[in-house]
C-alpha cells in the first residue's frame, strides 16, 4: 500500500537551515507529483509548494519563495524540502503529500515531521 | 485565505452538515475536500468537485455552484467530528486553501 513517512524535523535556531526527507513506498514513485503542506501548531493548513513528476517544475508559496527549495530523487523514493533561512513563523507540523492520478488533490499524506524554530 | 470557509458548523448525530466554502477560482478549478480528524493526517473525502475517493462513505458528498462549493455529510455521527478543508488547484498545480471547517458533532 501506498505509504508516505517524513523525517529530518526538530528545533532550530532562527537564521538555520534544515532537511526534511518524504521516503516513498507502494507505489512508482516517479510517476507522481508530490506537495509540501505545513500546520502551524493549532492552525489551518498552508501549503508550501509542489514539484511534479520529472522534478524539473516546481512551484513555491510567497512565504517560502527564495528561501525554500523542493527536489527528489527519483531513484531513491525519496522527496526533499531543503529549508533556509529559518523563521519562528515556520514553527510548523510538515507533510508530504502525493498528487492523486488525474487529478490535482493530494490523496495520500503522511503523519508529518515537527520543526520548531526557536532562539 | 482565498478560499472562504465558516470556522464553525455544529449539528447533532443522525443530522445533515453542510460547510460552504466560497472563492473566485472555484468558478473555474475543481475543488476538493479534506477531513483531519484531531492529531490525524488529513484525509481526501471529495475530489473534482464531487467525486469520492474509495473507501469514504456515501454520506460525504458535494455539490458546486459558481464560486461556492459545498461539503454535505448525511446522517452525521460522532466519528465525523473534525476540521475540514477545502481547497483549489491551478493549471502548475499550486494549491490554495481555505481556512477549515470545525465540525462539531453535539
Known amino acids: 500500500q501506498v505509504r508516505l513517512v517524513e523525517s529530518g524535523g526538530g528545533v532550530v535556531q532562527p537564521g538555520t537551515s534544515l532537511r526534511l526527507s518524504c521516503a516513498a513506498s507502494?507505489?512508482?514513485?516517479?510517476?507522481?507529483?508530490m506537495h509540501w503542506v505545513r500546520q502551524p501548531p493549532g492552525k489551518g493548513l498552508d501549503w508550501v509548494g509542489i514539484?511534479?513528476?520529472?522534478?524539473?517544475?516546481?512551484y513555491y508559496a510567497d512565504s517560502v519563495k527564495g528561501r525554500f527549495t523542493i527536489s527528489r530523487d527519483n531513484s531513491k523514493n525519496i522527496l526533499y524540502l531543503h529549508m533556509n533561512s529559518l523563521r519562528v513563523d515556520d514553527t510548523a507540523l510538515y507533510y508530504c503529500?502525493?498528487?492523486?492520478?488525474?487529478?490535482?488533490?493530494?490523496?495520500?499524506w503522511g503523519q508529518g515531521t515537527l520543526v520548531t524554530v526557536s532562539s | 485565505h482565498e478560499l472562504t470557509q465558516p470556522r464553525s458548523v455544529s449539528v447533532s448525530p443522525g443530522q445533515t452538515a453542510r460547510i460552504t466554502c466560497s472563492g473566485k477560482t472555484l468558478a473555474s478549478q475543481f475543488s476538493y475536500w479534506y477531513q483531519q480528524k484531531s492529531g490525524q493526517a488529513p484525509v481526501l473525502v471529495i475530489y473534482k468537485d464531487k467525486e469520492r475517493p474509495s473507501g469514504i462513505p456515501e454520506r460525504f458528498s458535494a455539490s458546486s455552484s459558481g464560486t461556492t462549493v459545498t461539503l454535505t455529510i448525511s446522517g452525521v455521527q460522532v466519528g465525523d467530528e473534525a476540521d475540514y478543508y477545502c481547497q483549489s488547484s491551478d493549471t502548475l498545480g499550486i494549491w490554495t486553501l481555505g481556512g477549515g471547517t470545525k465540525l462539531t458533532v453535539l
Open positions: 503529500a502525493r498528487v492523486g492520478y488525474g487529478q490535482d488533490g493530494g490523496d495520500h
Open positions: 514539484i511534479h513528476y520529472g522534478g524539473k517544475n516546481m
Open positions: 507502494g507505489f512508482t514513485f516517479g510517476d507522481y507529483g
